[in-house]
């Protein structure tokens, strides 16, 4: 640990209430994530994930973060018959299992929590970063988290950065060939299209910050817009 106090933790209410904005945010944003998936599979992630997260919003108690995140991931699991329902739902049962018997989540916590979520779906999946997946964006996240808080950045900060490489590697699936689940079916053809699960794990991610800017951002369909415009170069690496 670098000894540097961080000046937030989570709490029990602040995962709950992190699970209802997500909740509220894929409701606000299905159809968009049902058009990508149209796009390049079968029309039905905004409905699933919807459908994960009200079920999810029906058991939302517990008594600490663990329980929260394990109810959300039952929720996930039973609820949603799509491929994206397990995966996430093994996600949050693995940052579940990271997180159990505290009360509240330091910024090494949340990491620990992050970190179990990408080896979980990955493991679930059979996948890796780089497929077109979900992976993709929480790949990204999970690095930045971590880099912000080896050095010593504050837990909010460190989210903000995980949000930002969230959306950077949502944007990143855009020219990729998918390789796993439905879009890999189309091969060529599922390139110049955004992956709809790294989409909403941008969603996700952005709502850990409570900031809406964030969320909208991470909503925003990168196909949509013209490619290679700019520099393409950032320094801040
Ligand atoms: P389905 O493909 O069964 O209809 P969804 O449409 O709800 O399920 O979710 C599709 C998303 O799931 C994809 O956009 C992708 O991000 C993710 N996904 C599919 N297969 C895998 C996998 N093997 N590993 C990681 N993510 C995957
Ligand atoms: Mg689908």
Known sequence: ?????????????DITAFIQRFADAVTEHRRLLTRLDSAIGDADHGE???RGMQAALQRLSGDDPAAVLKATAMALVSKVGGAAGPLYGTGFLRASKA????????????????DA???GVAQRGKSQRGQKTMLDALGPALDALREAVDSGADLSDALRSAADAA???????????????????????????QDPGATSTAILIATMTGDDDLVAR?????????????PGVDDDA
């Open 167 to 193: 959306d950077e590697g949502k944007r990143g699936t855009v020219p990729v060939q998918a390789q796993r689940g439905r879009a890999s079916y189309l091969g060529e053809r599922s390139i110049g299209h």
């Open 218 to 230: 991470a909503a925003e369909d990168a196909s949509d817009k013209e490619p290679e415009e700019g």
């Open 48 to 50: 699933n994930m919807n």
């Open 1 to 13: 640990r670098s000894g540097r106090h961080t000046y937030m933790s989570v709490s029990t209410e």
């Open 117 to 119: 979520a990408f080896e």
């Open 99 to 114: 997180v159990e018997g505290k009360h509240e989540l330091e910024a090494a916590d949340v990491v620990s929590a992050f």
